[in-house]
């Protein structure tokens, strides 16, 4: 049993020490679990990565959730909604509830089909051996772990904020990070995918159960949604009408297409396209999709929305779901919540991490460095590039390059660059290894220089645009990215004749 | 039911989730903060939508899924 003072680090208040023993020893629970599974885990890599393309509808339909449920559903969606209005939920069950599913089946499924028959553990795995390009397969393994980097820096400055908020800083923004970071590495080191698909599974199911508890408990509290709505009425007249100079038409369809699009190429959630046991399994969670993302975000985000007319005031640097719980419901109560979300954070890096390292090992380290690696050395690796890589992002997160919703929209374009290019190979035969290196290449050139390079005010016939700014008229450049990327490989293609090792007919299955 | 050809069935499916995706967000109720037992009537259309949206992707599992990818060729 951890002692709590130990854990606090000699924190003076009864108070601060029970939430953060509630929150350590839930990740303490967490951690358990994954050893459970890692005792059922066997030592090959497709068990490791894949749990043996064993996954069934529940476990798949949380896993994939849960990956969903990060720092950026917990901390900034609430966040969002109570600086700019609920509309986010708009946002939100769009692109995740519809859009994502549809591609889902589209990209999700086909990639199952292909799995299947040539027993493909990674996305860039899959190309390069369609494209007979080990080129092709370095290209997307290192444009995935470079959009991967700020995502899982996300969860721990997610993780830092929120025991800031908790605690009312008594555990620093640099503790809380830290913590949730050494729980990442050695949660993935144990317990490889089975683990993380339990502890998703659990994680999902009580943060369904805890979001809409808080829900009650604050509502009660404040005397009903009438009360909360006249509260919003009166210090945020603007919120409850339907867009506004923020959620304009343009955030709201820039921002569900391309978070829709690029969910499907986050390594971890990828990977999960590969591991269902059955169709049946991805059809069910295919249709269950759109209810359970209602029952996630709506209560979350509400909960942020209420926040701004309930008069909470958010400092700077935390977040308003642990304030807000702080100020309406017990301290143990708020802690849990906060558990629950590190926890389901930490299993959403985990899960990035271990995709990570096998995009690492199988698809970089392997083909470039040292094609003969035994199995046993390659297992070593991957757990050395975990740690190097979630020490990174820690490091990273400690300089607070952003907000979180600025950090994770900007790795979710560089993500939607990839998705075109790849579901064109998936369904047009003719596509090139050209086609593609150009369609990839292109589009993050162009998605990376507005990124990083600073934005240039030019004069044009009297107007001024502002070049390399991440909007043009209030539309995300990442669109913009995503068209240039499917014109070229489309356009590449076609002007180019497929080299005799691209094998287009690995790609073929059943009603095509 | 009603006996159609395969790329009538399939436009059929297009024009359905086209539908599915556009009508997420109620357009038509832009600007305006009706309140129906506390919360806006426009995420009362959404969360209704979504509710539909599981009722067509089930349907679509059951009688689309299959006939465009993976299946037995038709």
């Known amino acids: ?512 | 039911m009603i006996q159609m050809n395969p790329s009538m069935r399939a436009a059929g499916w297009l024009l359905t989730f086209a539908v599915v995706v556009a009508g997420a967000v109620p357009w038509f109720l832009w600007g305006s903060s009706q309140l129906i037992g506390g919360l806006p009537l426009w995420l009362w259309w959404h969360i209704g939508w979504m509710i539909v949206a599981t009722a067509i992707f089930a349907a679509f599992t059951r009688h689309g899924w299959d006939r465009y990818l993976g299946g037995i060729d038709a």
């Open chain 1, 1 to 512: 049993m951890p002692n709590p003072a130990l854990l606090s680090g000699g924190l003076s208040t009864a108070a601060t020490s029970v939430e953060l023993l509630v929150v350590v020893g839930y990740l303490l629970v967490a951690l358990l679990v994954g050893l459970v599974a890692y005792r059922l885990t066997g030592t090959d890599a497709e068990d490791y990565y894949l749990a043996s393309r064993s996954i069934g509808t529940l476990v798949l339909l949380f896993t994939t959730f849960a990956t969903l449920l990060s720092a950026f559903t917990f901390f900034a969606g609430p966040n969002l909604a109570y600086r700019q209005g609920p509309e986010w939920i708009l946002v939100m069950g769009t692109m995740d509830g519809i859009l994502f599913a549809i591609l889902w089946y589209l990209i999700g499924y086909k990639q199952w089909l292909i799995g299947q028959q040539h027993g493909y553990v990674t996305l860039p795995e899959m190309l390069g051996d369609r494209f007979g390009s080990t080129r092709l397969r370095g290209l997307v393994a290192g444009v995935s772990l470079f959009w991967l980097f700020p995502y899982v820096m996300l969860q721990q400055m997610g993780a830092g904020e929120a025991l800031v908020g908790l605690t009312d800083g008594a555990v620093p923004y640099w503790g809380g990070a830290a913590l949730i970071t050494v729980f990442m590495i050695l949660y993935v080191g144990l317990a490889g995918m089975r683990g993380v698909a339990w502890t998703d599974t659990i994680q999902g199911l009580f943060m369904l159960g805890v979001i809409w508890i808080a829900v009650a408990w604050v509502l009660s509290a404040v005397g009903g949604p009438a009360v909360a709505a006249a509260g919003l009425d009166a210090n945020n007249p603007t919120f409850l009408a339907l867009g506004s100079s923020f959620y304009t038409p343009q955030y709201i369809i820039s921002t569900a297409v391309v978070i829709a699009f690029g969910v499907t190429m986050f390594p971890q959630i990828n990977q999960r396209f590969f591991v269902a046991e059955s169709a049946a399994v991805l059809k069910r969670s295919f249709a269950l999709w759109p209810v359970l993302v209602l029952l996630l975000f709506v209560p979350a985000f509400l909960l942020g929305t209420w926040a701004a007319g309930l008069g909470i005031s958010v400092p700077e640097g935390a977040n308003v779901l642990p304030v807000l719980l702080g100020e309406y419901t017990p301290g143990w109560f708020a802690a849990l919540v906060i558990a629950g979300a590190m926890a389901a954070m930490m299993s959403s890096s985990d899960s990035m991490l271990l995709s990570g390292s096998s995009y690492f090992t199988r698809d970089l380290y392997r083909p470039f460095v040292e094609p003969a690696v035994t199995a046993d050395r390659e297992g070593w690796l991957a757990r050395g590039g975990v740690v190097a890589f979630a020490t990174g992002t820690f490091l990273t997160s400690l300089t607070r390059p952003g907000t979180l919703i600025q950090v994770g929209s900007t790795a979710f374009g560089g993500f939607a660059q990839l998705t075109l290019p790849v579901m064109v190979a998936l369904y047009w035969p003719n596509t090139t290894r050209r086609g593609m290196l150009a369609g990839i290449g292109g589009s993050q050139l162009l998605y990376l220089s507005h990124v990083f390079v600073p934005t240039v005010p030019v004069d044009i016939g009297g107007t001024t645009i502002s070049l390399f700014a991440r909007t043009y008229g209030g539309w995300d450049v990442a669109l913009a990215g995503m068209a240039l990327g499917a014109a070229l490989t489309i356009g590449v293609s076609w002007v180019t004749t497929a080299g005799v090792d691209e094998a287009a007919e690995r790609f073929a299955v059943g009603a095509d």
